[in-house]
């Protein structure tokens, strides 16, 4: 089962949520690839426990566009059963190479098919935006996951993303479901955050996951050390939270 984890909007919890569900998901004993789809490259560097890819080191963009099969561009991370392949600076370049090639809404697809032969679960972290990069996440993914922030301004954008969802369903990939929204960084000191959930329950009835994301400032160590903050600080409120929408991503299925 591959997973999209994709929202245009930057700051979100896109990539928290990907490091996290994934090492849950290896962690309840799946063998689990994370691939690094962003130029931001911080899923890469958030599972790696400091250290980083070396020179090299291939990437998603070498996956997605040079051929080279995922099995030589993975790497072990700090998590048991968790693979990686890496992000980074090249996928800035690769998202303008891509507009020039044949199939182009396909090529991320194509590239993890021996991959998805070997793992029980994928988990594809998106960039900040709908470019080419996030439409071959959507076409290659069988699920999509999309972190929604307690935030104001939590439903904008939201249209426009499952707009490209349908167009992407009706075009070129008619297997792809939306596993769920997921509530994060919500504050409960705050009446803005309660307010957003439901405001996006209303307008998303049945697809929010019932596990809501607390802010907590365990999540924004964890990076630091290269950990997902579930093996960071496992009893914090942050990491039971992931751990529950993990067990929700896997029974949603
Ligand atoms: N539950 C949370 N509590 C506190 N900080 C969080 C939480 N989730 C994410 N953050 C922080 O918010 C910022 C954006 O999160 P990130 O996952 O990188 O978003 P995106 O990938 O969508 O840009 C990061 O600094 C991250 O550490
Ligand atoms: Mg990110």
């Known amino acids: 089962m591959i997973y999209a984890v994709a929202n245009q909007k930057g700051g979100v919890g896109k990539t928290t949520t990907t490091v996290n569900i994934a090492a849950c998901i290896a962690a309840a004993g799946h063998r689990v690839l994370l691939v690094d789809a962003d130029a931001q490259g911080n899923a890469t560097s958030g599972v790696l426990g400091g250290e980083r890819p070396g020179p090299d080191a291939r990437t998603t963009a070498d996956v997605m566009l040079d051929g080279v099969p995922p099995a030589s561009a993975r790497m072990q991370t700090v998590v048991p059963r968790l693979d990686l392949i890496p992000g980074g600076g090249d996928l800035a370049a690769a998202s303008v190479e891509l507009v020039e090639r044949e199939g182009r809404e396909g090529l991320l697809r194509r590239a993890l098919e021996p991959a998805a032969a070997e793992y029980r679960y994928i988990f594809i972290d998106c960039p900040p935006s709908l470019d080419l990069i996030t439409v071959n996440a959507l076409v290659?993914?069988?699920?999509?996951?999309?972190?929604?922030?307690?935030?104001?301004?939590?439903?904008?954008?939201?249209?426009?993303?499952?707009?490209?969802?349908?167009?992407?369903?009706?075009?070129?990939?008619?297997?792809?479901?939306?596993?769920?929204?997921?509530?994060?960084?919500?504050?409960?000191?705050?009446?803005?955050?309660?307010?957003?959930?439901?405001?996006?329950?209303?307008?998303?009835?049945?697809?929010?996951?019932?596990t809501i994301v607390p802010r907590n400032v365990r999540v924004t160590e964890s990076p630091s050390f290269g950990e997902p903050v579930v093996r960071y600080d496992p009893q914090c409120a942050a990491a039971e939270a992931y751990q529950q929408a993990s067990r929700e991503v896997m029974a949603r299925g």
């Open 140 to 210: 290659a993914a069988d699920r999509l996951v999309v972190p929604v922030q307690c935030e104001y301004y939590a439903l904008e954008g939201l249209s426009r993303l499952m707009e490209t969802v349908s167009e992407v369903r009706a075009r070129l990939n008619p297997g792809l479901a939306i596993s769920g929204l997921l509530m994060t960084m919500h504050d409960p000191r705050t009446r803005i955050s309660g307010e957003v959930v439901n405001e996006v329950r209303t307008h998303f009835p049945g697809l929010v996951f019932d």
